[in-house]
């Protein structure tokens, strides 16, 4: 069992707590290995927003006029210290993001013969989705979804030479049998 903050408080992540866990037992020709680990991880990021402020010095909007000293260039603007407008947020939120791991697996060394050993097992895992603690940030909050709203589950995107790119997830299911 672990407990740890990794670096520090802002922009890092804390593991809060881990645990990992590993058998191997030995039996006949067979050598099994089964293992389990849960992290719950805690992610601060640094401070989003524009809370330093963001001059603009862009000399082509219609509303800016040369009557206001705009030299139409965004460089010369800013030379001769004329913006068009200053912006600064009034809170710095942090993203503090949470979520869980669990992943486990399960292994086994099968001595055939003394010329041959096989090697073969499975590993799983589940990663939660990220969870904002303090509602600083914008997700998808999967109860707000209304499932009665159409919703594109993939582009579908076609080239010049008529090849169809699409995410392998959506790839039809292929069944192999005797003809």
């Known amino acids: 069992i672990n407990w740890l ?3 520090g408080e802002v922009g890092n992540d804390y593991i809060q707590p881990s645990f ?4 191997s037992i030995t039996h006949g020709d067979h050598s099994l290995k089964f293992g389990v680990y849960y992290e719950r991880l805690k992610n601060g990021e640094a401070p989003g927003g524009q809370w330093s402020g963001v001059f603009n010095f862009a000399g082509n909007d219609s509303n800016y006029t040369n009557a206001l000293g705009n030299t139409n260039y965004a460089y010369a603007n800013a030379l001769i210290g ?3 407008n200053y912006q600064e947020s009034t809170a710095r939120p942090f993203t503090n993001l ?4 669990v992943q486990w697996y399960a292994a086994d060394q099968w001595k055939v013969s003394r010329r041959l050993t096989i090697n073969y097992g499975l590993r799983f895992g589940y990663h939660s989705p990220f969870e904002q603690i303090d509602g600083q940030g914008s997700n998808f909050d999967p109860l707000l979804f209304n499932p009665s709203q159409k919703v594109a589950l ?7 030479h008529r090849l169809l790119v699409r995410p392998p997830i959506v790839w039809p299911r292929t069944r192999l049998r005797d003809n």
């Open 5 to 7: 903050d990794r670096w």
């Open 154 to 160: 993939y582009v579908l995107l076609v080239l010049r």
């Open 20 to 23: 990992a866990n590993n058998l």
């Open 98 to 101: 949470r979520l869980t791991q």
């Open 82 to 84: 004329n913006f068009r």
